[in-house]
């Protein structure tokens, strides 16, 4: 049976970086683009840029989607951007530093939501992957239908040490533009150079190139050419010189200055077009790349200038082996600027060999010219195998990318009082003060931070600030917690409600379950037996639940207490009978309504069960906590949690508005302790969905994790998100993270 002609996509997208942004990837994917629609007119193509500063680019038209590259719900939107548009394929243009996150994982997010195949191309594939950068590999793996590397090297490395099939990759040699076998002569007056030997090195300026080796043979080479002319061409690395300012090229003239050569070295600081890069490599006689590291499997401007036909002297990097063999060019050691001069002279001298090899690397160029690539690339794009990503919605797998820890806006929030209750947008809004209950829980996450190995907000002074603020909350006379300060300090009420004092108290537990802080520990202990006596007077279930939550913590490291112990097992009765005497087949929960914070209910019995060993009390947690994330699912599989317009009343419709973030933290954590104790993969999806509730998988599609701030919104109103960042939506989202970051921990140990 003859193979079926190949069937092209209708609309291809690259995702990647775009001109004019100034970045490698950014001209490789605009030749592709050209290249391409130039062969292939009926197909559309268009591109979704990476975007690496705040203010935009002015792109060209065929960018038609613009990702910042640190928000990760900008991917998502991404994502259904080209699955709404009817995109057929996706050419993912992948190098680490692109993309957000650790080690770029922050692309995963996108990956994982398309519907349609995608081909990546890997500009970098290392020997040896840091975990992060391997954890992104083996799931961009995955996630592709096919690989595209530049270089043998490169198909090597996804084989030996990713373990891909040799099937699944396509070895596509890195573009060059198609241009005649010229003298070098031709090109140069254009650059005020004509009759002088001239060595050339462009791409974007950095200290990983290594030029200052070659400014280092430039006193032997001198010595022997006296008119020799150095052109370094190319802008300075825009990420660099955020950083450094022009530190680097400062550097590199200084080094010209010292060696008594400055007059031999012209530096053109711009970023050139295609056509001006034709016409500077066209006048060198002498290509020269002194990188530093041998692990680079490939290098654009090697290919550029040994395809176009350049003689080249070359450190001995993956690429320039496999690109320079047969004596298509000289290799000279790593850091060895006499071999380099001694390599580059003769080169000069013996026009023989220089012509023989620049004819040598011509011919060798013609199967890299941009037509011929794109013809490859069309072949790949025509014969991609689907990846099963469950419909579009991201795979739970232990390699999961979080987003990383950012406690700026927590940390803005904060005075020397305590933390702030709201927030406009993401600036504090101190009309409405503070309260008890996000003091309590920045405790908490001060805790957990702690016991990750993480002190920041100890050694700030920002954990015994919060502590101090429930310190003083506490009235020595009642027992009680007063929960609402104005911001000139003012309690509003005379007692606050059993559910903030009960957060006080888990709190407390904490601090002395977990802290090896003596001051903090010395202080918790003399707010939490007062604080625990009041404890089985409450009437509220929620306050029952947070009190057993601190009760757990306390235990941790003073299970001798028969005091807590006893308290404990009172309120694990409590809500034993709640759920006896209002549960039903159809409504198994404790109450006649679900209202906020719903989860901790059976989070807090499940931690009775599992250090009370009563299964009693584990299968009603589990089963109540069963039927909660049944309801929490939308029509698409997000987590949906019951509104605070309403909540949720007994044989009466769900609120579906406003979500709120402490209701994802709290299915989150219940969700994970549920997993830690049945080892059951389908709590960790369920917790893995309310987390990703935060980064915009939701009923609006809509991110409520702010990463430019590290704030968290306020929640979703029915058609727009609620944009201001107050204490309690940040302090949910923090604590989901450092509980989803300590699972992945547990999980990559086992």
């Not at 040799?166 to 004509?194: A, M």
């Not at 550029?304 to 290799?331: C, F, I, N």
């Not at 013809?375 to 794009?381: G, R």
């Amino acid at each position: 049976m003859e193979p079926r002609p190949a069937v092209l996509p209708r609309r291809v997208a690259f995702v990647g970086s775009s001109l004019p942004r100034q970045c490698g990837i950014a001209t490789y994917t605009a030749d592709l683009a050209e290249a391409l629609g130039a062969l292939y007119r009926q197909v559309e193509f268009l591109s979704v840029a990476m975007t690496d500063l705040r203010a935009a680019y002015a792109y060209p038209p065929t960018v038609r989607f613009e990702i910042p590259e640190s928000d990760i719900g900008a991917y998502r939107r991404a994502a259904d951007f080209l699955n709404i548009n009817d995109v057929d394929l996706v050419s993912l243009q992948h190098e680490f530093g692109l993309f957000g996150g650790p080690a770029g994982s922050h692309v995963l997010a996108l990956l994982r939501d398309l519907r349609m195949p995608v081909v990546t191309t890997l500009h970098t594939v290392l020997r040896e992957p840091d975990p992060h950068q391997r954890r992104v590999m083996d799931e961009l793996a995955q996630l592709s239908s096919r690989l595209v590397v530049m270089s043998r090297r490169g198909r090597e490395l996804l084989q030996e040490v990713y373990g891909v099939a040799p099937e699944r990759i396509d070895l596509i040699h890195h573009g060059i533009p198609d241009v005649p076998f010229v003298d070098p002569n031709f090109f140069k007056d254009k650059f005020g150079v004509e009759g002088r030997p001239v060595l050339l090195t462009f791409g974007l300026l950095s200290p990983n190139k290594g030029i200052e080796y070659a400014i280092e043979a430039l006193p032997a080479l001198v010595a022997a050419r006296a008119d020799v002319v150095y052109l370094v061409v190319g802008a300075t690395h825009p990420h660099l010189r955020r950083r450094e300012g022009e530190a680097y090229r400062l550097s590199l003239a200084r080094l010209a200055r010292e060696r008594n050569v400055a007059g031999h070295l012209m530096f053109h600081d711009r970023f050139v077009s295609k056509d001006e890069l034709v016409e500077f490599l066209g006048a060198a006689d002498v290509y020269l790349t002194p990188y530093l590291s041998e692990a680079q499997s490939t290098s654009g401007t090697l290919a550029y200038a040994a395809g176009m036909g350049k003689a080249v002297v070359s450190t001995p990097y993956w690429h320039a082996q496999e690109l320079l063999a047969e004596d298509r060019g000289v290799l000279v050691p790593f850091r060895d600027a006499a071999a380099l001069a001694t390599a580059t002279l003769e080169l000069l001298d013996n026009h023989a060999r220089r012509h023989a090899m620049r004819k040598r690397a011509y011919l060798m160029g013609r199967a890299m010219v941009w037509p011929r690539v794109a013809q490859s690339y069309m072949e790949s794009f025509t014969q991609p195998e689907p990846v099963d990503r469950r419909a579009g919605r991201p795979a739970v797998a232990a390699s999961d990318v979080l987003p990383p820890l950012n406690l700026s806006h927590l940390l803005r929030m904060t005075d020397d009082t305590g933390l702030f209750q709201h927030a406009i947008f993401d600036i504090a809004d101190r009309s409405h003060g503070y309260t008890t209950d996000d003091n309590a829980r920045a405790v908490v996450l001060a805790m957990l931070l702690e016991a990750a190995g993480d002190d920041t907000l100890i050694q700030s002074g920002h954990a015994a600030r919060y502590l101090s603020f429930l310190a003083y909350a506490l009235d020595s006379a009642s027992g009680r917690y007063r929960n609402f300060l104005s911001f000139d300090r003012r309690w509003l009420e005379e007692v606050g409600s059993e559910d903030s004092h009960a957060r006080a108290l888990w709190a407390l537990g904490t601090v002395l379950g977990r802290t090896a802080n003596e001051g903090l520990r010395g202080m918790a202990s003399r707010l939490f037996d007062v604080s625990l006596r009041s404890l089985l007077e409450f009437k509220s279930p929620r306050a029952w639940a947070f009190g057993l939550l601190a009760i757990h913590e306390y235990l941790r490291k003073l299970s001798g207490d028969l005091v807590a112990s006893d308290a404990r097992a009172v309120l694990a009765e409590r809500l034993l009978d709640l759920h006896r005497r209002v549960a039903t087949d159809d409504w198994p929960w404790f109450e006649e309504s679900l209202s906020y914070c719903n989860a901790r209910l059976p989070h807090a019995l499940l931690l009775c069960a599992q250090w009370m060993d009563r299964g009693d009390l584990r299968d009603v947690a589990l089963r109540s906590l069963e039927w909660l994330a049944r309801i929490q699912v939308s029509a698409d599989g997000c987590f949906a949690p019951v509104g605070s317009n309403g909540f949720y009343k007994r044989g009466q419709e769900m609120a579906r508005f406003d979500q709120q973030p402490v209701e994802a933290s709290a299915m989150l954590s219940a969700c994970l302790e549920a997993h830690a104790m049945t080892g059951e993969e389908r709590w960790r999806t369920a917790a893995q969905s309310a987390f990703d509730w935060f980064l915009g998988r939701n009923d609006l599609r809509a991110p409520v994790y702010d990463p430019a701030t590290g704030g968290c919104r306020d929640g979703l109103h029915p058609d727009r998100i609620n944009r201001n960042q107050g204490g309690e939506s940040t302090l949910a989202f923090l604590l989901s993270l450092v509980e989803m970051q300590s699972a992945q921990s547990i999980i990559r140990e086992r």
